[in-house]
């Protein structure tokens, strides 16, 4: 054997020993990295996307991202980015001042205000306004939010998404207001979102009412659990029990229900670390995809560093997901791919490769990169 092998096999053996010291794989990982990993996607979506740009849910949810982006890295020019794409909607989902018109069925048109895709942006809105405290920037999401909890209807939440897209905004805007409605109200809206998709066995959520199982199935005849869909809850509810008050009265239910889906998500993981975008049924539409498999990164990254989530059992779970984001999701150029494009369900045969890249699919990546960022910051 020639010595330069030598030296080399000793030197493997010598880093795996002390490895081994480390108790989690995922603790191997440097947190610097990561950083840099964040910066690297980051700035390669926003060197080539204007932040001039619709506040509807796939542009609101990448603004999610950015936000935890520029909690960890404090880069002005991330910061920026949001508050130029706020002020272009002038600080706006559906821009309709007629409330007779505000509807909440599907829609993209201005008079979908009630619509929980038009919503999501105020979150954006309102991190901006604990940033610098301008009643501007918070005033449309008070009204459409305050109008909304004035009515009698109670199901605005009729799909797994709009859990994300809204549950956040109704903690942020009572930890702005301390108005005790946005908490009796999420609540309500929960309640009804979960007795029409959670699934009492399998304890996973269908993407909607047309999913429900026997009535729909897969392509094997199984449950069919669309990926995305489950990640957009896990991330909703992690991001609910962050703001929620401690003493609040229903909180041990989204408790409950944040660990029964976490471990429903592991369970489903495949062993080259992503999850297919049929949860159940992974030759339904075989292959990695990257949303889900990041919004459910986040989720229990944010379980383990908050408590809900046994580290043993969760943190090799993490470590797959995160080698799979890091090693093939990410591309050489910093742009994220795997990612199924905009839809509602597992489709059958549907291309998703290293150039299938969306904004909210990066904004998934650095939602997950972020909360690693802060377990390894520990």
Same mark, same amino acid.
């Given at each position: 054997?020639?010595?330069?092998?030598?030296?080399?096999?000793?030197?493997?053996?010598?880093?795996?020993?002390?490895?081994?010291?480390?108790?989690?794989?995922?603790?191997?990982?440097?947190?610097?990295?990561?950083?840099?990993?964040?910066?690297?996607?980051?700035?390669?979506?926003?060197?080539?996307?204007?932040?001039?740009?619709?506040?509807?849910?796939?542009?609101?949810?990448?603004?999610?991202?950015?936000?935890?982006?520029?909690?960890?890295?404090?880069?002005?020019?991330?910061?920026?980015?949001?508050?130029?794409?706020?002020?272009?909607?002038?600080?706006?989902?559906?821009?309709?001042?007629?409330?007779?018109?505000?509807?909440?069925?599907?829609?993209?048109?201005?008079?979908?205000?009630?619509?929980?895709?038009?919503?999501?942006?105020?979150?954006?809105?309102?991190?901006?306004?604990?940033?610098?405290?301008?009643?501007?920037?918070?005033?449309?999401?008070?009204?459409?939010?305050?109008?909304?909890?004035?009515?009698? #209807?109670?199901?605005?939440? $009729?799909?797994?998404? /709009? =859990?994300?897209? %809204?549950?956040?905004?109704?903690? @942020?805007? *009572?930890?702005?207001?301390?108005?005790?409605?946005?908490?009796?109200?999420?609540?309500?809206?929960?309640?009804?979102?979960?007795?029409?998709?959670?699934?009492?066995?399998?304890?996973?959520?269908?993407?909607?009412?047309?999913?429900?199982?026997?009535?729909?199935?897969?392509?094997?005849?199984?449950?069919?659990?669309? #990926?995305?869909?489950?990640? $957009?809850?896990?991330? /909703? =509810?992690?991001? %609910?029990?962050?703001?929620?008050? @401690?003493? *609040?009265?229903?909180?041990?239910?989204?408790?409950?229900?944040?660990?029964?889906?976490?471990?429903?998500?592991?369970?489903?993981?495949?062993?080259?670390?992503?999850?297919?975008?049929?949860?159940?049924?992974?030759?339904?539409?075989?292959?990695?995809?990257?949303?889900?498999?990041?919004?459910?990164?986040?989720?229990?990254?944010?379980?383990?560093?908050?408590?809900?989530?046994?580290?043993?059992?969760?943190?090799?779970?993490?470590?797959?997901?995160?080698?799979?984001?890091?090693?093939?999701?990410?591309?050489?150029?910093?742009?994220?791919?795997?990612?199924?494009?905009?839809?509602?369900?597992?489709?059958?045969?549907?291309?998703?490769?290293?150039?299938?890249?969306?904004?909210?699919?990066?904004?998934?990546?650095?939602?997950?990169?972020?909360?690693?960022?802060?377990?390894?910051?520990?």
């Amino acid at each position: 054997m020639n010595w330069k092998r030598m030296i080399a096999i000793v030197a493997a053996a010598m880093i795996f020993a002390g490895c081994t010291s480390k108790k989690y794989a995922i603790d191997q990982v440097d947190k610097q990295d990561v950083l840099a990993s964040i910066s690297l996607v980051n700035s390669h979506w926003q060197q080539n996307n204007k932040p001039q740009n619709w506040a509807f849910w796939d542009e609101a949810a990448y603004h999610t991202g950015n936000m935890a982006a520029y909690e960890v890295t404090k880069d002005s020019a991330f910061l920026n980015y949001s508050l130029i794409w706020a002020k272009s909607n002038d600080w706006k989902g559906a821009k309709s001042d007629n409330k007779e018109d505000w509807k909440y069925s599907y829609g993209e048109s201005d008079d979908y205000v009630l619509f929980g895709d038009w919503q999501i942006c105020f979150q954006t809105y309102i991190d901006l306004y604990r940033i610098d405290k301008d009643e501007n920037r918070i005033r449309r999401a008070k009204e459409v939010m305050e109008y909304q909890m004035s009515t009698s #209807a109670d199901d605005y939440w $009729w799909w797994a998404d /709009g =859990l994300y897209m %809204v549950m956040p905004v109704m903690t @942020k805007l *009572y930890q702005v207001t301390e108005n005790p409605l946005y908490l009796e109200k999420l609540y309500t809206y929960f309640r009804y979102a979960d007795s029409l998709m959670f699934d009492q066995e399998a304890h996973l959520y269908y993407r909607d009412g047309k999913y429900l199982y026997p009535k729909h199935k897969s392509a094997n005849g199984k449950r069919d659990f669309w #990926a995305r869909g489950d990640g $957009w809850v896990l991330a /909703g =509810l992690a991001k %609910v029990l962050a703001d929620l008050p @401690k003493e *609040y009265e229903h909180r041990a239910f989204f408790e409950q229900r944040f660990t029964q889906l976490a471990a429903a998500v592991a369970e489903a993981q495949q062993s080259e670390g992503y999850w297919t975008r049929s949860l159940l049924d992974p030759e339904h539409a075989p292959g990695p995809e990257t949303s889900g498999t990041a919004f459910f990164t986040y989720g229990l990254l944010w379980g383990v560093n908050n408590g809900y989530l046994n580290a043993a059992e969760y943190l090799p779970v993490i470590d797959r997901s995160w080698r799979y984001l890091q090693d093939v999701a990410l591309q050489a150029d910093g742009s994220v791919g795997y990612v199924q494009p905009i839809g509602e369900k597992a489709i059958p045969g549907q291309v998703v490769d290293q150039n299938s890249t969306t904004n909210f699919g990066v904004g998934a990546y650095l939602l997950a990169a972020t909360e690693l960022y802060k377990y390894l910051s520990k």
